[in-house]
């Protein structure tokens, strides 16, 4: 009984989470990228990371200082998030339809992605997690932050918002589907809210409504993780690293399939892996940074599962960027298939305890 009420609290929550980031969250983040005049590469990096990762960053704080919670739980969120949006998010856009992409975001981000894993497999090889090492994480960051300013200055490209195209590929998902219908009715309290993008006044009101209630849901997921886990006797780590990583990645999942659908493959895949970076060195380097700085050195235990993800983390995004560079990037329905085949794979051997 306690495994089934935790796996349906968990979909209630994932339901929830969806759609305060599609309805709430990501309106009020395209409104303040209007104010502040940015362009759209770097409202892409910075406040559609921010929307789609809000679950990520909300989970690893959690679990990193509520008490009788195992950090690794927020680790394996990202992590497994991580391994998601490459193999399952990228795959899927993929077989949706076959896009020509234009090589060289990808690349960019592709190889500042590739780096930023390197960096966490370098921080964990001790144990140990210090408060200079967060801050790494967090400068890494400002400096992909740079690359992209000097990149929209000096490198041409016609770029679309990326708020925009992700919010026009859920509402486009959710046109017309009896459950649609189902999770409106299940939503309806969430309606109430005022729409930031027809009440451009009610802008802050709602960006603040939709960070406590994501930080709010965040906090059952990592309680009903935990109890998940406890009831079906696997690591934390394990439910994180799977159940926990593709419900907070769903939103991404359906927007980059529409947005593939629309012929922006090339967005599609920049934008999953363009969210990695900023679950890597955000996401997990900002909790981090703010634990270490208040208590001190972080054991990373319990991450034995979780450090087999993040080489197969690593190996997997050589192995997209090279398959994308052999097919001259082609993003084609082979290429999805076997991103696809591979997370199948990944999950069955998780709970097999080969991982």
Do not use: H
Not at 6 to 26: E, G, R, T
């Amino acid at each position: 009984m306690e495994i089934l009420v935790s796996l349906i609290v968990l979909a209630i929550c994932f339901i929830y989470l969806a759609c305060i980031v599609d309805n709430y969250f990501l309106k009020s983040l395209d409104n303040i990228a209007d104010w502040l005049k940015l362009s759209p590469s770097v409202a892409g990096a910075t406040l559609m990371a921010i929307g789609t990762s809000a679950p990520e960053l909300s989970t690893a704080m959690f679990a990193l200082f509520l008490p009788n919670t195992n950090p690794a739980t927020g680790l394996g969120t990202i992590v497994g998030s991580a391994l998601f949006q490459i193999l399952v998010v990228i795959g899927f856009a993929s077989l949706v339809k076959t896009s020509y992409l234009n090589w060289k975001p990808v690349v960019r981000d592709g190889v500042f992605y590739t780096f930023s894993i390197i960096a966490l497999v370098l921080v964990l090889l001790d144990g140990n997690i210090s408060v200079v090492e967060g801050g790494i994480f967090l400068s890494l960051y400002v400096l992909y932050l740079l690359v992209l300013i000097l990149w929209t200055k000096y490198v041409k490209e016609s770029d679309p918002d990326p708020i925009e195209l992700f919010e026009e590929g859920l509402e486009e998902e959710s046109k017309g589907s009896p459950v649609a219908a189902v999770i409106d009715l299940m939503t309806f309290p969430l309606r109430l809210l005022p729409d930031p993008s027809k009440k451009e006044r009610a802008t802050i009101p709602v960006f603040i409504l939709s960070l406590v209630g994501i930080a709010g849901i965040s906090y059952v997921l990592v309680i009903s993780a935990e109890t998940l886990a406890s009831g079906l006797g696997v690591p934390a780590a394990i439910i994180a690293l799977t159940i926990l990583a593709g419900g907070t990645s769903v939103p991404e999942l359906i927007s980059s399939a529409i947005v593939a659908k629309q012929g922006r493959g090339d967005m599609a895949i920049s934008n999953a892996i363009g969210s990695n970076i900023f679950d890597i060195l955000i996401s997990l380097g900002l909790p981090v940074f703010i634990y270490t700085l208040i208590n001190g050195d972080l054991a990373a235990t319990d991450t034995e599962n979780i450090n087999t993800s993040i080489l197969l983390l690593f190996a997997t995004m050589i192995m997209v960027l090279l398959l994308l560079a052999s097919q001259r990037f082609k993003a084609g329905r082979l290429f999805g298939l076997i991103l696809c085949g591979l997370y199948v794979v990944y999950v069955i051997a998780a709970y097999a305890g080969l991982l």
